[in-house]
């Protein structure tokens, strides 16, 4: 069997062609004349330019010439074969057609093709990545500004609780205390019988308070409650007292 000068030419393979034009038209004005801008898809142009290369192997310059052509691109395929890998993978009937229908339609191989949807859907991929981590980054960021400003509140509102409840409590020992003892100077020990009726006044008062105080249990009130400081200034007048009826003692 004989093989021809241009059995190697791929004759569905535009990019080659366009190559093998380009190449001969570098030292062959004629083939850069008639194949510049070509469309390789056309069976017509790929017969013409296969026509062209017969008429002119007559001459020796030309058949020199086309055998580089020739061995160059044997080193290009080379050079592509070494980034390159064989896989064999079974495709349903339907995505081969598909695939088939694709490279048709666009001119290229289903090698191509197929390379070409692989490297785009790994571009997609690593730009959703991107893109998901830079979202991350803001919303780490804007939760990290909330905690900020949440703490900032936090603090002042405790602050503020924590000063109101000192007040109240203040309030409602000085008014018990003078109730129990009209006349005389709120800030003076009591007397030891005027304690039980100071601890009975102040009762209703906490009572009173207490069901508007029950929503700081919700945020985590860290001072006193209000009853422990009550309990405090009660405590503190009872020593008060004790040490009006034992003055000997210090």
Same mark, same amino acid.
């Given at each position: 069997?004989?093989?021809?000068?241009?059995?190697?030419?791929?004759?569905?393979?535009?990019?080659?062609?366009?190559?093998?034009?380009? *190449?001969?038209?570098?030292?062959?004005?004629?083939?850069?004349?008639? %194949?510049?801008?070509?469309?390789?898809?056309?069976?017509?142009?790929?017969?013409?330019?296969?026509?062209?290369?017969?008429?002119?192997?007559?001459?020796?310059?030309? #058949?020199?010439? *086309?055998?580089?052509?020739?061995?160059?691109? #044997?080193? &290009?395929?080379?050079?592509?074969?070494?980034?390159?890998?064989?896989?064999? %993978?079974?495709?349903?009937?339907?995505?081969?057609?598909?695939?088939?229908?694709?490279? &048709?339609?666009?001119?290229?191989?289903?090698?191509?093709?197929?390379?070409?949807?692989?490297?785009?859907?790994?571009?997609?991929?690593?730009?959703?990545?991107?893109?998901?981590?830079?979202?991350?980054?803001?919303?780490?960021?804007?939760? &990290?500004?909330?905690?900020?400003?949440?703490?900032?509140?936090?603090?002042? *509102?405790?602050?503020?609780?924590?000063?109101?409840?000192?007040?109240?409590?203040?309030?409602?020992?000085?008014?018990?205390?003078?109730?129990?003892?009209?006349?005389?100077?709120?800030?003076?020990?009591?007397?030891?019988?005027?304690?039980?009726? *100071?601890?009975?006044?102040?009762?209703?008062?906490?009572?009173?308070?207490?069901?508007?105080?029950?929503?700081?249990?919700?945020? #985590? %009130?860290?001072?006193?409650?209000?009853? &422990?400081?009550?309990?405090?200034?009660?405590?503190?007048?009872?020593?008060?007292?004790?040490?009006?009826?034992?003055?000997?003692?210090?």
């Amino acid at each position: 069997m004989t093989t021809t000068s241009h059995a190697w030419i791929e004759h569905n393979n535009p990019a080659q062609l366009r190559w093998i034009a380009d *190449y001969l038209g570098r030292t062959q004005p004629d083939f850069q004349q008639e %194949f510049m801008g070509d469309d390789f898809a056309r069976p017509d142009r790929v017969a013409r330019l296969i026509e062209s290369i017969k008429e002119h192997m007559y001459s020796p310059a030309f #058949r020199e010439e *086309y055998g580089k052509l020739r061995n160059a691109w #044997r080193q &290009k395929k080379v050079r592509q074969q070494r980034d390159k890998k064989s896989a064999t %993978f079974m495709l349903p009937t339907s995505t081969l057609t598909t695939l088939e229908k694709l490279a &048709k339609q666009q001119h290229q191989t289903k090698v191509k093709v197929l390379s070409t949807v692989i490297a785009d859907a790994w571009h997609d991929h690593q730009r959703a990545t991107a893109n998901a981590q830079k979202a991350k980054a803001i919303y780490q960021q804007q939760l &990290k500004n909330q905690r900020g400003n949440y703490e900032q509140r936090e603090q002042a *509102y405790q602050r503020v609780i924590a000063t109101l409840l000192t007040a109240v409590a203040e309030h409602i020992d000085q008014r018990c205390s003078l109730e129990a003892k009209i006349g005389g100077s709120d800030s003076l020990p009591l007397e030891a019988g005027d304690i039980a009726t *100071y601890e009975a006044l102040m009762k209703p008062h906490l009572a009173a308070l207490m069901p508007h105080l029950t929503n700081l249990t919700l945020v #985590r %009130f860290k001072g006193e409650s209000l009853s &422990k400081q009550l309990a405090n200034l009660v405590q503190a007048r009872k020593q008060a007292a004790e040490t009006l009826t034992t003055p000997g003692e210090s």
